[in-house]
């Protein structure tokens, strides 16, 4: 056998199949995974057979004893070591056997503490919390562990003119401290034991989109209506008044029960947003609200009060985010980068069979440590409400 002959065909397939990975099509993840790992078993083997020949062939040149060559370190990149570890933790999670590679990288990367999730695992979460909740990612997210204060500016004073020579005195800013705890949010699911039996890739997506989806649904709900005390708080308590409270004429407008929504009172709202945070503010309700209350004011041929563009709708210019964790009839308009949130501690994912087996099921459990809490009294926020009687 030409043994350099064979090792330029296997150089030549795996960048082949570099290609087919980068490209935009379709592939078989599985079989070039199969594919791959055969043909890095063949190079090793090809590598030792050659280097016994080339002793051998030393050897009866010289006459000289054959010495014990050095041991051949193969080493894997940093790419495939992380594709490897990737594999072992979902194949980990599936109940599935790891072939001797992954081993290595499993047991490698697992520490005292356990399997750490994959970080392109973590990664397409997070894409997946933004997706379903995209006004997670306008706030200020952190990755921080333990408890901290986060400092946000509060009030500023405008800068001065200075006269040459004369004392200059320090400017009255101040900075609102932002206190982060940690309170955990789980989201337990049970699949089938047949769940085994998808491919690593089909196994990882499924769980991907349900942790993903759940976690984001339940930090969003807390963003709008968490009140800070024994859980994360959020926009209900961003307001002016003692403990984040809003006060009609100052950071809210309530709408009279049997009274309608006008163009007045989204103008006298829209005007107590404190000034400069109406660059990155948007409207945040339901959407029954927007299209029983705010869509009937409507009137292009009198103002531009209620927009629709490029698929979004705006109000005075500002766009409209359409969530259910706002109460009815209610409306928020602020900028959410100043709704601090912190991972204390980031996604885990663990699996137990133990209470599956009556089922024939296996049980698992993502979990997070997550705070939020508003920069309360800027002005950031103001609040439409409905009295209820």
Not at 95 to 116: F, P, Q, V
Not at 247 to 255: I, R
Request: net charge negative; proline share 3%; hydrophobic share 40%.
């Amino acid at each position: 056998m030409n043994i350099e002959k064979r090792l330029k065909e296997i150089r030549d397939r795996k960048a082949e199949i570099r290609q087919l990975l980068e490209a935009d099509g379709e592939v078989n993840i599985d079989e070039l995974e199969t594919e791959l790992r055969s043909l890095n078993a063949e190079a090793e083997k090809l590598e030792q057979r050659r280097s016994v020949e080339q002793l051998l062939n030393d050897g009866s040149a010289s006459g000289s004893p054959i010495a014990t060559p050095a041991p051949i370190v193969r080493r894997i990149s940093e790419e495939d070591e992380q594709r490897l570890y990737r594999a072992a933790w979902v194949k980990t999670l599936q109940g599935k056997s790891l072939d001797d590679a992954e081993k290595r990288a499993y047991s490698t990367a697992t520490t005292s503490a356990g399997a750490a999730i994959p970080t392109n695992v973590a990664n397409d979460i997070l894409r997946k919390m933004y997706e379903v909740s995209p006004i997670i990612q306008r706030c200020r997210i952190l990755h921080v562990p333990g408890n901290f204060t986060y400092p946000v500016e509060g009030t500023t004073e405008d800068a001065a003119l200075h006269t040459e020579n004369a004392a200059i005195t320090p400017a009255g800013d101040t900075i609102v401290g932002v206190k982060l705890t940690g309170y955990e949010i789980t989201k337990l699911i049970s699949v089938s034991r047949a769940a085994s039996a998808m491919t690593v890739a089909a196994f990882e997506s499924f769980l991907t989109d349900i942790i993903g989806e759940s976690i984001a649904r339940k930090i969003e709900n807390y963003i709008f209506t968490g009140t800070g005390s024994n859980q994360p708080g959020g926009v209900k308590t961003a307001g002016k008044g003692a403990s984040g409270a809003y006060t009609d004429g100052t950071d809210q407008v309530t709408v009279a029960a049997a009274s309608s929504l006008t163009e007045a009172n989204v103008v006298d709202l829209y005007s107590m947003l404190g000034s400069g945070y109406e660059r990155n503010a948007v409207w945040c309700m339901r959407k029954a609200t927007f299209f029983t209350s705010f869509y009937p004011l409507m009137n292009k041929s009198k103002n531009n009060l209620i927009e629709f563009a490029n698929g979004r709708y705006y109000v005075m210019g500002n766009e409209v985010y359409f969530t259910a964790s706002v109460p009815a009839n209610e409306a928020y308009l602020g900028d959410f980068g100043y709704i601090i949130g912190n991972y204390s501690q980031d996604i885990t994912v663990t699996s137990s069979d133990v209470s599956g087996l009556r089922y024939n099921s296996i049980d698992y459990l993502a979990a997070c440590v997550f705070d939020s809490q508003p920069a309360a009294g800027l002005g950031a926020f103001v609040h439409l409400a409905k009295a209820s009687v």
